[in-house]
Every structure is written in C-alpha cells, then in structure tokens.
C-alpha cells in the first residue's frame, strides 16, 4: 500500500475534517446482519419492489443500517408507481420515503403514543428532501388500521399497514402498505448530472464558506468535472472553515486548490459505504508525483 502523504499545510484543516469522520464512523458498527433483497425474495409478490430496490442501490443502504423499517409495495402497488414514467433518480427518492430510519414492529405500530407521530426516513436522512418534506406521518385509525402519509401529503394518509412480511427486532422491520406514499417533493424530476449545481447545494447544507472558496480558487471546475462519473464531498462546515481561515490565506494559489479538491474523492460513497470500507482512497488533488489521499477507517 502507499504511503499517505500529506503536505505539513494541510493538516490543521483536514486531519480535523477526517478525525471527525472516523470518531463518527466508529459510533456506528459495522453490520450485515440483514439482507432485504433475501427476505424479499421469499415473498414473489414483491419482486418488481424487491428490483428496485437493488437497482437504486436502496437495498445496500438499508442493509448497512442496524435500525431500520422497509413499508414494501406488492406488485400491484409498484405498477401504480411505475406508471407515473419517473426517472431512477426520482423513483429513488421515492423509494426512500418508504425505509424508515427507525424500528417499527406491528406491536409498535399500533402503540403509537398520542396515536400519531411523524418519523424520519432515508429520503429525509440522504439531505435529498427539505424542510419536513422526508418525514412519514404514522397515525392509528378507527378500528385498529394505522395510516400512513408522506408529511408533504396535506394530511392525506394515503396507504395503510397490510401486514407484516419479516421482523427482527430491533433491526429490520419489514411492513407491507396497501399503496405508496405520494409526495411531490420526492417525486420531483432530478436535476440530471449535468444541471446539478454543485455550489448551490452546498450552500444550501451549511457549507457556503466552503463553496466560495471553490469557486475563488477555480476548483468549482474539477468538481464539476467529476459528478457525472460520481463524486462524494467531505465539506467543513462554515464554523470549521471559520477558525482555519487565518492559516488559509497564507497559503499559496496551489496549495489552496489542493487543499479544496482533497476535499473530493472522485466516487460515489453514501456515508453507509463508507461505513463499511476500509482502506486508502484517491482524491481530487491525487496525481502522480503528488499524492493526497487519505485513509477511512472503520473502528
Ligand atoms: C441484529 O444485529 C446485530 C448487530 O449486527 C447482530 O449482532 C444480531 O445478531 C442481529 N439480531 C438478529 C436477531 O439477527
Ligand atoms: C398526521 O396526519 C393526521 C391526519 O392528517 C393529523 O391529524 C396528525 O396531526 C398528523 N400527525 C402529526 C404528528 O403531524
Ligand atoms: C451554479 O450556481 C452559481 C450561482 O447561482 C453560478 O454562479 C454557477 O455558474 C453555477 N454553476 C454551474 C455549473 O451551472
Ligand atoms: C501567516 O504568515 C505570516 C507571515 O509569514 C505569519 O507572521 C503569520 O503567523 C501566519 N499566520 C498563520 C495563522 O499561520
């Protein structure tokens, strides 16, 4: 393996920004000890959501989670869905509306304090959905039935619990709901690689210091350059930027564009892929004769 170099420069910023990671990483253990797309597969009913979800790479995310509830759509329901024609990045969204970051058993389902509750899901959980658009509304009903509404809905709890398919608490739930939830925050057309701007949406999470710096430095380019293939960006956020900016402006034109792009590592990882990869990976600033990569470690 090759040595991880890093210029004394770089340092303050980005073993602070890497450290923060890996303390992050190691509060989540790694875990394989569900596989969706095999507790699906027993259930012919639901092949064509079992499908998708593997397509999207959903069934990934949800096996590296430890707590998580999957609301699965027959294939009747799924047909429904696919007749809207959305693209796979809006169908992801949409799919996603329907893992909840939680663990909801059928005992729970129907013991909901207050009778209603509004819980995260992976939609809201990706940065994908704003404001409360994300959340699924969960409220028990006359006559035991518990309705199920995306928060964006108007109030409309438009599907309701089936039955339940697999339950292993607390790690998967796995319901099944009459109908998929409708947003239309979820259903939006993505932006297609091309018109996805890169700046705006990091201004948008926090990271504005970040971006303008991107822009200044002319890295905005070679960050654009690379979202078509796939691209992951660790950004400080504006109060870690904010106390090392004294240290940045001594620095010169290059060093400061490899500082940024060392930010940006050329694939697609989802925090739960980083979870569960160890190793070296390459960065926007790697080149040959310099390298800056930098190492994930999962404790
Ligand atoms: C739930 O996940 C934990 C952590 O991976 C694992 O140790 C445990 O065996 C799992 N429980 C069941 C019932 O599979
Ligand atoms: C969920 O939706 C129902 C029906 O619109 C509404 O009465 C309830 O207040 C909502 N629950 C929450 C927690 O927002
Ligand atoms: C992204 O948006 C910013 C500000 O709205 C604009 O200056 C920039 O040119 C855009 N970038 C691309 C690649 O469209
Ligand atoms: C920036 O450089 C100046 C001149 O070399 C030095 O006096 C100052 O301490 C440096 N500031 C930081 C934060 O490194």
């Known amino acids: 393996m090759k040595p991880v170099r ?4 770089l340092l303050p910023a980005v073993s602070l920004g890497v450290s923060l990671l890996v303390l992050f ?6 875990t394989h000890a569900h596989d969706i797309t095999h507790i699906l597969a027993k259930h012919p009913q639901f092949s064509t959501f079992n499908h998708y979800l593997t397509l999207t790479h959903l069934a990934r ?3 590296s989670r430890l707590t998580i509830t999957v609301l699965a759509l027959d294939n009747s329901a799924m047909s429904a869905v696919l007749d809207k024609h959305l693209s796979v990045g809006s169908l992801k969204n949409l799919l ?3 893992i909840l970051v939680d663990y909801f058993g059928t005992k729970k389902l129907h013991q909901i304090g207050d009778g209603t509750t509004l819980t995260s899901t992976m939609f809201q959980a990706t940065g994908a959905a704003v404001g409360t658009s994300g959340y699924v509304n969960i409220t028990n009903l006359k ?3 518990v309705g199920f509404g995306a ?15 697999a339950e292993i608490p607390y790690n998967i739930s796995v319901l099944q709901i009459s109908k998929a939830l409708s947003s239309a925050e979820a259903e939006a057309p993505m932006p297609g690689p091309s018109d996805f701007n890169l700046t705006t949406i990091l201004r948008k999470q926090g990271c504005e210091a970040f971006a303008n710096l991107i822009v200044e430095s002319g890295g905005d380019k070679t960050f654009e350059e690379n979202i078509e293939g796939g691209l992951t960006v ?4 504006d109060t870690t930027l904010g106390a090392f900016a004294p240290k940045y402006k001594n620095l010169t034109k290059s060093q400061k564009l490899s500082l940024l792009l060392y930010h940006g590592v050329p694939v697609y990882q989802s925090m739960q892929m980083l979870r569960s990869n160890n190793g070296l990976m390459n960065t926007l600033a790697t080149n040959g004769a310099n390298k800056y990569d930098f190492t994930v470690q999962n404790c």
Not at 25 to 30: E, H, N
Not at 151 to 165: A, H, Q, Y
Not at 234 to 237: A, I, K, S, Y
Request: glycine residues 14%; negative net charge.
């Open 234 to 237: 660790f950004c400080p956020g």
């Open 143 to 145: 006559g035991g039935k």
């Open 96 to 98: 996603s509306l329907h």
């Open 6 to 9: 890093q210029p004394p420069w």
């Open 25 to 30: 990483l190691a509060a989540v253990p790694v």
């Open 151 to 165: 928060e964006d809905n108007g109030g409309t709890l438009d599907s309701v619990f089936v039955k339940s398919i």
């Open 61 to 63: 995310e949800i096996n």
